[in-house]
């Protein structure tokens, strides 16, 4: 089907799906088949098809996954007209689960209002060493969902009466923008920079629950700042956009940890928006700390984006042209990346 797609051809498979249907199968192969031939390009097999039998080539752990992502996708069919691209990504993502040998259900976050699954075998390894480890990090590209399943976790811990509350910081940085020309104290300024929390806390608690929450200080969203000379116990803590903290500020801000709570911290190094040449606190904590048992790095990329397809493919193009023109600045970042991935000491 499609030609583009040059696969190593090891096995040949059959799949087919029942019941035999013109209407749903032409969903699921989309206008021109271009489901099948995006599908086809992710997992590197090809796919023909005559009606509902479906002929692979390819790989065979691909085929595997090619196989369990069609039925999937035609399950999908008996409820939707069109399968649009979003559909198909994450259900490649979970796809690539059965590499890992990380059971899904090992790692459901269940709040009030929503379950929430791991998508892709990342999502579903940090979701472990959150849940099993007091400090943890989600280190990686926009859009992998290092953010939204610790918020997750967050709202899960304090529903189950785990914690007494949720503190979700971020440093106060001028990320090209002057905060000083905005209205308000501290604290009002930096809330727009704040609203992904916002958003994440909403969909999974209600936006009645949370400001309830927050009046009464059993959720709390504060810059860094505010997080100096406090000592916080049986809270679940999630420091977001981390690669904008000091040296001094992550320090400071990991020696806050008291009894009985739980930490995350979120960044991505290639998003640093610290004045040129001054050190990024996420950069460095990844050196310190990479031999310290109980905590744990978790490394994403952009085959773990969760966003729109095209998502992993900018982040791929940056690193390329960036990588190609010596225009970025994160030689040191990674460095330490690559020391911490090479080193057998960091799995906590």
């Given at each position: 089907?499609?030609?583009?797609?040059?696969?190593?051809?090891?096995?040949?498979?059959?799949?087919?799906?029942?019941?035999?249907?013109?209407?749903?199968?032409?969903?699921?192969?989309?206008?021109?088949?271009?489901?099948?031939?995006?599908?086809?390009r992710r997992l590197?097999?090809?796919?023909?098809?005559?009606?509902?039998?479906?002929?692979?080539?390819?790989?065979?752990?691909?085929?595997?996954?090619?196989?369990?992502?069609?039925?999937?996708?035609?399950?999908?069919?008996?409820?939707?007209?069109?399968?649009?691209?979003?559909?198909?990504?994450?259900?490649?993502?979970?796809?690539?689960?059965?590499?890992?040998?990380?059971?899904?259900?090992?790692?459901?976050?269940?709040?009030?209002?929503?379950?929430?699954?791991p998508r892709g075998?990342?999502?579903?390894?940090?979701?472990?060493?959150?849940?099993?480890?007091?400090?943890?990090?989600?280190?990686?590209?926009?859009?992998?969902?290092?953010?939204?399943?610790?918020?997750?976790?967050?709202?899960?811990?304090?529903?189950?009466?785990?914690?007494?509350?949720?503190l979700l910081v971020?440093?106060?940085?001028?990320?090209?923008?002057?905060?000083?020309?905005?209205?308000?104290?501290?604290?009002?300024?930096?809330?727009?920079?704040?609203?992904?929390?916002?958003?994440?806390?909403?969909?999974?608690?209600?936006?009645?629950?949370?400001?309830?929450?927050?009046?009464?200080?059993?959720?709390?969203?504060?810059?860094?700042?505010?997080?100096?000379?406090?000592?916080?116990?049986?809270?679940?803590?999630?420091?977001?956009?981390?690669?904008?903290?000091?040296?001094?500020?992550?320090?400071?801000?990991?020696?806050?940890?008291?009894?009985?709570?739980?930490?995350?911290?979120?960044?991505?190094?290639?998003?640093?928006?610290?004045?040129?040449?001054?050190?990024?606190?996420?950069?460095?904590?990844?050196?310190?700390?990479?031999?310290?048992?109980?905590?744990?790095?978790?490394?994403?990329?952009?085959?773990?984006?969760?966003?729109?397809?095209?998502?992993?493919?900018?982040?791929?193009?940056?690193?390329?042209?960036?990588?190609?023109?010596?225009?970025?600045?994160?030689?040191?970042?990674?460095?330490?990346?690559?020391?911490?991935?090479?080193?057998?000491?960091?799995?906590?």
């Open positions: 089907m499609n030609d583009n797609a040059n696969p190593v051809v090891a096995l040949t498979t059959t799949l087919t799906l029942q019941p035999n249907d013109s209407k749903r199968l032409a969903v699921l192969c989309g206008p021109v088949d271009q489901n099948i031939k995006y599908i086809e590197n097999v090809r796919i023909r098809n005559r009606a509902n039998v479906f002929e692979l080539a390819g790989d065979d752990l691909k085929m595997l996954h090619a196989k369990k992502v069609l039925t999937e996708l035609y399950r999908e069919t008996e409820k939707v007209s069109v399968l649009d691209k979003e559909t198909i990504h994450l259900h490649l993502q979970q796809a690539s689960l059965a590499e890992s040998g990380v059971e899904v259900g090992s790692a459901i976050i269940t709040t009030r209002r929503k379950t929430i699954k075998n990342n999502q579903a390894i940090y979701l472990h060493n959150i849940l099993s480890h007091d400090i943890s990090f989600g280190v990686g590209p926009a859009g992998t969902g290092k953010t939204y399943l610790a918020v997750a976790c967050a709202v899960q811990a304090l529903e189950s009466q785990q914690v007494n509350r949720i971020r440093p106060a940085v001028e990320a090209g923008e002057k905060l000083g020309f905005l209205p308000g104290d501290l604290a009002q300024k930096i809330d727009p920079y704040l609203r992904p929390l916002y958003d994440a806390l909403y969909e999974m608690l209600g936006e009645e629950r949370v400001n309830k929450y927050i009046e009464r200080g059993i959720i709390e969203v504060a810059p860094l700042a505010f997080m100096r000379g406090r000592t916080l116990n049986n809270a679940f803590i999630i420091l977001d956009e981390s690669q904008n903290t000091t040296p001094a500020q992550m320090k400071m801000f990991l020696t806050r940890i008291g009894f009985g709570s739980t930490a995350i911290i979120t960044g991505d190094i290639t998003q640093i928006d610290l004045p040129r040449h001054s050190k990024s606190g996420l950069v460095e904590v990844m050196r310190v700390l990479r031999n310290v048992v109980g905590i744990h790095f978790t490394f994403f990329d952009s085959s773990d984006v969760v966003r729109h397809p095209l998502v992993q493919e900018i982040v791929d193009a940056y690193s390329e042209y960036e990588a190609a023109n010596g225009v970025s600045d994160q030689t040191e970042a990674e460095d330490a990346l690559a020391v911490i991935e090479n080193s057998s000491e960091n799995s906590g």
